[in-house]
């Protein structure tokens, strides 16, 4: 009798289920012993019920099985984490040439080289393009000078003031050194009176 092709979904029935866990689990474990066995390899298996009971098989130590798989995996994941990061860089450096062609190929054609391959449209572009970069050259230099000119005019007012405060200064010092030879005659002449 030939059986039928089961369907891979999951069993409804519980009872059902447990027993079709436990006649796989043993198939699974025979299987694991038969592999290790016949062609001497080492074979560890971990299965864990839906009750979450541990079921498992090592022809070997496990836990030294458990840390070799876990080394190799992690030398494995490094080195294709690598390749990945590697084939990403070169991709990255290919696109950066690209672009470095067209930016030296444009800056040319702004200077006047390579002209003679532009065509009418693409001769207009450079020409406006230029235009543009003229305006923004000539806005910026607009911009410059009239900041220079406010910081000329801010420091003139500063000065003018500075001045100012010492003629002041002057002006009061002279009137001061005044009152004292005025001072120092008249106590001469009331000397000189008595």
């Not at 070799?68 to 984490?81: M, P, V």
């Not at 590697?86 to 470095?100: D, P, S, V, W």
Request: proline share 1%; glycine share 4%.
């Amino acid at each position: 009798m030939v059986r039928g092709k089961v369907e891979m979904k999951r069993i409804e029935k519980a009872s059902s289920r447990q027993v079709t866990f436990s006649k796989r689990r043993n198939g699974l474990l025979k299987k694991a012993y038969e592999l290790s066995v016949l062609c001497d390899a080492e074979v560890a298996l971990i299965v864990f019920s839906p009750k979450g009971r541990l079921y498992e098989f090592s022809s070997s130590n496990m836990q030294k099985l458990i840390q070799k798989y876990l080394e190799l995996t992690k030398e494995r994941n490094t080195g294709i984490e690598v390749e990945q990061h590697m084939q990403q860089l070169r991709h990255e450096a290919a696109l950066m040439l690209k672009k470095i062609e067209l930016l030296e190929n444009s800056y040319r054609k702004l200077l006047g080289h390579n002209l003679g391959t532009c065509s009418m449209e693409e001769l207009q572009s450079i020409g406006e393009q230029l235009e543009r970069s003229l305006k923004n050259i000539r806005s910026r230099k607009a911009q410059l000078f009239k900041e220079d000119i406010e910081k000329l005019q801010t420091k003139e007012k500063f000065l003018l003031e500075e001045n100012e405060r010492l003629c002041k200064e002057i002006w009061l010092k002279q009137r001061h050194v005044q009152e004292k030879v005025g001072q120092q005659e008249i106590g001469s002449c009331s000397r000189s009176a008595q």
